[in-house]
Structure formats: structure tokens, C-alpha cells
């Protein structure tokens, strides 16, 4: 059975203040309000998903959290190296047992450009920097059923976030 992939970039976040890092930028009011929105119409879609694998970071983990909250999945966890300069690599490893296991819809929530980067990656085998994610953006790529996901991916879907506003 072939697996689907949804990348989602996190919700709009507060500007870094002096002495916070960046790990420690959460949503703004609007971020929060938005990434809401969006999550309900995924809802509304029928969308849902095994699994939501987060980036550790703040603004990360409280998107994963909102998908969550309206019932988009029942489980979360964080993975490090969807952090920014994560490496695809190690989700390769990652998702290969995901898979065998018998996962077949995954949602990954992170950063732009590493997101999109590896969407390019598993639909080109090489990333272009040409797709960009928009905050609260999502791509959707169909994984190959047997052949290593790299330059094998599908993309069903490049949805900005106004489009699920409207």
C-alpha cells in the first residue's frame, strides 16, 4: 500500500526577542488563529494522519499541537531532525521502519527551506530551492510503494495557506 506525505510548515511566529533563541519563538495570536483555521479544513477534507512527527522546536511542536487538537491525529512525536539543518537521511531510516510497520499517512511539521528541500529531494532526488513553503503551507507527496522514496515521490499537492483560509 502506497503511503502518503503531508509537509507542513509551522504557523506565523513572534519575531525573536533579545535573549530568546530561536528555538524558543512561539506562535503569534494570528499564528495560532490561522494554523486553526487550516487545520479545520483539513478536517472538513477527510484528512487525517497516522502520525504527526514534529520538530522540537516551539512554533513547530504548537502547530503539530493544533492539528492534533482537532482531530487530525491522536498521536505526536518529536524527531530532531526536522529541526532546521535536519538531516534527510536519518527520516529515511526513520520512515522505512514507520512503514513496515504499517504506517500509510504522516504528517511532518517544520521550517522552510528544509521542508521544501526535501520535498524536492523525494520528488527530483535533488533539492532546486525552487518550491517555497508559505507559514502553515503544506506539501503533499504520494510515497512509492517499493522503490526508495528519493526521486520516486508523487506531489499531489503544493497548498498555500490562503488558499485553505478563503
Known amino acids: 500500500m502506497s503511503a502518503k506525505l503531508y509537509l507542513i510548515r ?3 511566529a513572534a519575531e525573536a526577542q533579545p535573549g530568546e533563541s530561536d528555538e524558543e519563538r512561539a506562535l503569534t495570536a494570528a499564528g495560532e488563529r490561522k494554523t486553526r483555521k487550516i487545520a479545520k479544513h483539513l478536517r472538513k477534507l477527510d484528512i487525517n494522519f497516522d502520525l504527526i512527527l514534529t ?3 516551539v512554533r513547530a511542536r504548537q502547530t503539530a499541537e493544533i492539528l492534533q487538537a482537532v482531530g487530525l491525529s491522536t498521536k505526536i ?7 532546521p539543518g535536519g538531516y534527510l537521511e536519518n527520516w529515511l531510516s526513520w520512515l522505512k521502519k514507520w512503514r513496515q510497520n504499517g504506517g500509510h ?3 511532518l511539521v517544520g521550517h522552510q527551506p528544509d521542508l521544501a ?3 524536492e529531494i523525494l520528488v527530483w532526488g535533488e ?3 525552487r518550491l517555497i513553503l ?3 503551507g503544506i506539501i503533499g507527496l504520494q510515497l512509492p510503494e517499493t522503490e526508495t522514496p528519493v526521486g520516486n515521490c508523487l506531489m499531489f499537492w503544493l497548498v498555500p495557506p490562503k488558499l485553505l483560509l478563503a
Do not use: M, T, V, Y
Open 127 to 129: 533539492a532546486r530551492e
Open 134 to 136: 508559505k507559514k502553515a
Open 117 to 119: 528541500n526535501w520535498a
Open 10 to 12: 509551522h504557523g506565523i
Open 105 to 107: 499517512s504522516l504528517a
Open 55 to 57: 520538530s522540537p522546536l
Open 77 to 83: 512525536e518529536e524527531f530532531q531532525d526536522l529541526a
